[in-house]
């Protein structure tokens, strides 16, 4: 009984063994014996073409340009990339090989660390003298495609010396490879191993999908023939940040849902509270790609005219507005912070102002970058803001020492990058707010009064020859006011002053109808009868100062001034006096009467002496 128990464990463990050995993989036969690479002379016996043959001296060129917009699969090579840092190297060639049991086999053999680094180097069918072979060169191949420039990147530096690994950087799109000098034909690795300086027409551009690591064979068959002249067109997805910023206009410039609608210029008054909108681009990342964004800032710098609106110390955003998934994506507060307001302190156009960073968080990256994979074409993140038009605000098209029509500016730059990308800053994008002023001179008929005090004005604004009137307030005295505000009627109105020299100064106003009306005079010379009507009428044009000036902008200047200040002269004549009572005048009637009232009496005397 034991006897026969004995007999089926050992049939058992038979079974087994002979299972698991079915299992374990099948190692080719034989044991390579020598090696021998193909070089020139083997490949010169191949055809390039019907009765060509190869030269010997073969070339790898890799090229790197911008694909078509509208068909990523196709490159312009009217749009090279530069800055493209490529690393290659020949890992391997074609050997054939003599095994022990006489029998010859041809293989692709590449170095046995090139193997270990693509994780091949225990699957291959022969190894020899440092090298590993396989039968079916799409082992190779595979393997590499499966790996990042990261998973190589001990083999690319640390093995770079021992496995001659070159560097070349695109120029005009284009790296035109050194191939190795005792037998240029062989297998090639080729890594687009650094992206972080890839420029387009000199400007700095992402590479949001990297071509992963590739072998090239040299020669390559092309169908029933060979091509030892091998150009590699190195494809990614590419894009390139932008940024813009707007005012909101109109009747619906409180609205922040896409319906608002914007300009580059706008006109205002002291006091006024102003819509901004930044964009940010979102760069298309393809969904397959590992690529991430992780980096999203927006500078935004504020003249010194407007005082932007806080909230807890920092500047208060109105709303925020992701564009381009298709599934609703919102920035919450905690996707994004705002720095607090750093003042500007080199010359220029925003000497005096400030500026303010808007920086997307962990949280608000993962959004974004889940953003850039969607299928939308169009990926916009917006940004709301408002500030106020303060006294400080420039009257027309130019600060002293600033640049033309650039009022009261504002500017916005986008900092960017994409993973593996180097960053990207944009230029500024402008706008500019105007506001307008008018200046009042005094002058009197003959030598003028040494005291003037009594002199008033108040302004109104009229859109229909005066019927109705809207009167003013102003902060300020002696001359100087700033900042208008409605007037709850004429009596409420401020009386607008003369300085020392007999003038008033009005700033911080919108275009529009306006009267200075004289109030009171001197006395002994008389008030203006009817208010001087002054039209400002704000000039549009080309303005050259924002970056898409266009003839519908505004340029600081009205219809009569060029500085944006309207000026006026009033001139009070002294009244008619008649002559003083108990002049000399009256004298001179009261002394006729006399002597013809004596006449009279003679008269009378000397005819009644006749009678008697």
Known sequence: MKQKWSKRITAIAAAI???????LPVSAAGVVQDAEEMGAAYFQTLESAAGVKLTGTPSLTLQKYASLPNDPTTSDTSAPIDGIVFKYAKVGGLYQLTLDDN?????????QAFAQAVGIAGSADYTYNGYSFYRDGADIQNATRGKTVTDLEAFLVTNAAANAIQTGTTTNGVVTATLDGTNAYGLYLVAEYNVENATQGGEPISITQR????????PTQNGAYWDETVVANVKNSTGTADVEKKIVVGANETLANGSETVADTDITTIGDTVHFRLKGTVLPIPSTSSETIDNYVLTDQISRGLTPILENGVVKIDAVRVVGHNTIVTLDGGDYTVGGLTPISAAGDFTGGNAFTITLTTSG?????QVAKTDAATKEVYFYYSATVNTNAVIGPQAPGATANSGNPNQVKLDYRVSGSGD?????????????????EKQFEG????????????????????????????QGADGAYTAPTVAADAAAATALKLN???????????EGTYYVEETATVPGYNLLKEPVKIEIAAETGANPFVDLGSTGDYLGTTATSTTGTESIIVINTQGFQLPATGGAGIWMFVIGGIAVITMGCVYFVVSKKKKN
């Open 211 to 218: 071509q992963r690591p590739f072998v090239v064979s040299l």
């Open 365 to 369: 990256l993962q959004k974004l970058t």
């Open 103 to 111: 029998t010859t086999a041809m293989a692709y053999g590449v170095t």
């Open 500 to 510: 020392a020299s007999k003038q008033i100064s009005i700033k911080g106003l919108d």
């Open 424 to 440: 990207m800053t944009t230029g500024w994008d402008t706008v500019t707010e105007f506001t307008f002023g008018i200046e009042v």
């Open 17 to 23: 063994l002979v299972l698991l050995v079915g299992l």
């Open 447 to 474: 030598a003028p009064p040494a005291d003037a005090s009594a002199v008033t004005f108040k302004l109104y604004s009229s859109a229909d020859n005066g019927a109705t009137r809207t009167y003013y307030t102003f």
